[in-house]
Nanobody, 124 residues
Framework: VQLQASGGGLVQAGGSLRLSCAAS????????MGWFRQGPGKERVNIAT????????YYEDSVKGRFTISRDNAKKTSYLQMNSLKPEDTAVYYC??????????????????WGTGTQVTVSS
């Protein structure tokens, strides 16, 4: 399984970005997709997770109400819509897959596959 994240960039505070994560390879049904981020000098943190059907979703408190995770299983793609961005959202963002997972918090070690990171920089 390969995951390719894209959509990062430089944006002013208050702006929006949409990240995408495309999966390829031997992907079958019933896997959760998660988005993580790692700021400078910080640990990698799970900020959003969605289960296979999209009915169970987790958000880390700092992104609730601003970020929306979604997925299109036909396209094997997960999305992270980020609105009202703040300078503290600056980080490298990663997508990850967990077989049989649900829409809940996961530590990085719980994920089975990782995508390449995409840099998000929010200027003040």
């Amino acid at each position: 399984v390969q995951l390719q994240a894209s959509g990062g960039g430089l944006v002013q505070a208050g702006g929006s970005l949409r990240l995408s994560c495309a999966a390829s390879g031997r992907t079958t049904a019933n896997y959760a997709m998660g988005w993580f981020r790692q700021g400078p000098g910080k640990e990698r943190v799970n900020i959003a997770t969605i289960n296979w059907s999209g009915t169970n979703i987790y958000y880390e408190d700092s992104v609730k109400g601003r970020f929306t995770i979604s997925r299109d299983n036909a396209k094997k793609t997960s999305y992270l819509q980020m609105n009202s961005l703040k300078p503290e959202d600056t980080a490298v963002y990663y997508c990850a897959l967990r077989w049989g997972g649900s829409g809940t918090y996961y530590s990085p070690g719980a994920m089975n596959y990782w995508g390449t990171g995409t840099q998000v920089t929010v200027s003040s």
